[in-house]
């Protein structure tokens, strides 16, 4: 099992008005050889990655038709390089999406827009809007704000594809030892904390929304582990929440403002049916 590695916190990230360049510049390097090692489901699997492929040319964008990416995911941004979008992100952390540009696979033109999703100006629209479970950065109340956001910003033909993740209401606390302990019985290559961050913040925003990541970690998972499991894991949790809507409450949101064109699960490693790719059409 290899458990010693755990993912950056883009919000720890030192900015250019506190720290020297040199110390941001090395930040931001060290950021972007660290991402490079997370494993899905932290970022989208291959497997997830062919099914927005799919979703993109079955949406038949013409060439040159416009992309905006929620955040700085190298994998999306390489999708719509590799089939000629113009394409342009959107990141609060601009050091970020720089860090980010050495992971693409694909090269190209892209352009950036510095700033917070719910601040984008309406008065351009997009063909095609790709995001990885950008929904879920947000707190409960912002997620219907951004939903709305995001129709806006698609042309009257533009289709939305996310991978988003929601909280099954037959998930219970009992779910995080049986995992752990599976876990360990399998022997995945995953370090532990991506095999089961998706579970535990579903189970918390189920059962404990008032906690944070690094509290729930704690109350909920930490007992569970070694000693050794314990200290791989803590560098990773964070002081903040990751809002996980109830499967209902999600489709409730998404049906507000889109027609929802297709819903794939991942059965991939690490999902535990919290987490679907949907491919959503805005509503007039």
Not at 128 to 150: G, H, Q, R, Y
Not at 180 to 197: C, D, K, Q, T, W
Request: net charge neutral; with cysteine; proline share 7%.
């Amino acid at each position: 099992m290899n458990d010693d590695k755990h993912p950056p916190s883009p919000s720890k990230a030192p900015h250019a008005d506190s720290v020297s360049p040199q110390a941001r510049e090395q930040y931001l390097r060290q950021f972007a050889e660290r991402w490079a090692s997370v494993t899905p489901p932290m970022r989208p699997s291959p497997v997830e990655m062919a099914r927005y492929e799919k979703a993109l040319l079955e949406a038949k964008p013409a060439a040159g038709a416009s992309v905006l990416i929620l955040g700085s995911t190298p994998e999306l941004r390489s999708l719509a390089l590799k089939h000629g979008l113009a394409t342009t992100g959107c990141d609060i952390d601009d050091g970020v999406w720089k860090a980010l540009t050495s992971l693409r696979t694909f090269e190209g033109e892209e352009g950036f827009i510095h700033g917070n999703w719910l601040n984008l100006a309406e008065s351009v629209r997009y063909d095609v809007i790709l995001a990885d479970c950008s929904f879920n950065m947000l707190t409960w109340e912002e997620m219907p704000i951004l939903a709305a956001k995001v129709r806006a910003l698609l042309k009257e033909d533009g289709v939305l594809i996310q991978r988003i993740q929601a909280a099954p209401e037959s998930l219970t606390l009992d779910m995080i030892g049986q995992a752990v302990a599976s876990y360990r019985r399998e022997g995945h290559r995953m370090p532990l904390y991506f095999n089961i961050i998706f579970l535990c913040e579903a189970v918390r925003n189920l059962h404990r929304p008032e906690m944070s990541n690094r509290e729930f970690f704690e109350w909920a998972v930490i007992p569970h582990l070694t000693p050794e499991e314990r200290d791989r894991m803590r560098p990773a949790l964070v002081d903040r929440k990751f809002g996980y809507l109830k499967w209902g409450d999600m489709r409730a949101v998404l049906e507000r403002n889109f027609t929802v064109v297709r819903e794939e699960k991942s059965t991939e490693p690490g999902i535990w049916d919290t987490a679907s790719i949907f491919v959503l059409k805005r509503k007039p």
